[in-house]
């Protein structure tokens, strides 16, 4: 059996690859990539050669099959995305259950997420938190935010900068003005910007600025409900 590797990636940053993601690539019989002319990039700079092979979220149903052939046979296979870890928001979860149903060991190693330093930055609690990805473009999307109504960990979205305002404006439609959040943008890159404050605060700002690279949103969750005591009464 040969073996599965998820391989995270720089968000930005070059230096933020690790030195055991480096070897594992060089190492690999083949490398899977969300799009080989990004990843040709990466791989590029850090003198990997390779063969890469294209696996994304439009034909890994139909590829996974034959990659896991490929781990049975006795192949190591590195499974890297565009940017970040691979599986979270990312196509990876369908070929890691393939390749766990089929006996194969999977080593996901640990390295760049974008939500992570978005998180610990926010200023927002960090000991309890839930990720939701990208919501909904459209169906769902509106009952998915309802559903979070009393959620009180904090959340976390990846949203893109043309839906950034819209998005913030539902929230505070269904959560309040006064809801604290942290917009993180561009993580590791040279314009690497958090704005924090209130809905409003946050709306206003980037209705005057407009947003711009990848967006990480970290709202508060619902403040706690404060629990109703009965007084007892002495007749």
Do not use: W
């Not at 099959?65 to 990312?90: F, H, N």
């Not at 996901?108 to 990720?131: H, I, N």
């Amino acid at each position: 059996m040969g073996i599965l590797y998820v391989v995270p990636t720089p968000v930005g940053n070059m230096e933020d690859m690790t030195l055991r993601a480096i070897r594992i690539l060089k190492e690999a019989d083949l490398v899977l990539a969300e799009d080989t002319r990004t990843s040709g990039i990466l791989l590029k700079h850090f003198d990997i050669k390779n063969h890469l092979m294209s696996h994304h979220k439009f034909n890994e149903h139909g590829t996974s099959a034959g990659i896991v052939e490929r781990l049975k046979a006795g192949q190591t296979i590195a499974l890297i995305s565009d940017a970040g870890t691979p599986g979270i928001s990312d196509p990876g979860f369908y070929l890691v259950r393939e390749a766990i149903a089929a006996g194969v060991e999977v080593q996901t190693l640990p390295g760049a997420t974008a939500f992570v330093p978005a998180l610990v930055s926010s200023g927002l609690p960090d000991d309890r938190f839930c990720f939701e990805g990208f919501l909904p473009q459209k169906k769902g999307r509106q009952t998915r935010i309802e559903a979070l109504r009393e959620e009180q960990r904090t959340m976390i979205f990846y949203e893109s900068p043309y839906r950034l305002v819209k998005t913030l404006q539902q929230f505070s439609d269904a959560y309040g003005a006064d809801r604290q959040v942290s917009v993180c943008r561009e993580i590791s890159k040279v314009h690497e910007e958090s704005v924090r404050g209130s809905l409003a605060d946050v709306i206003a700002h980037f209705k005057e600025k407009e947003p711009k690279g990848e967006i990480v949103i970290v709202l508060a969750g619902a403040p706690a409900k404060k629990e109703n005591k009965l007084k007892n009464n002495k007749v």
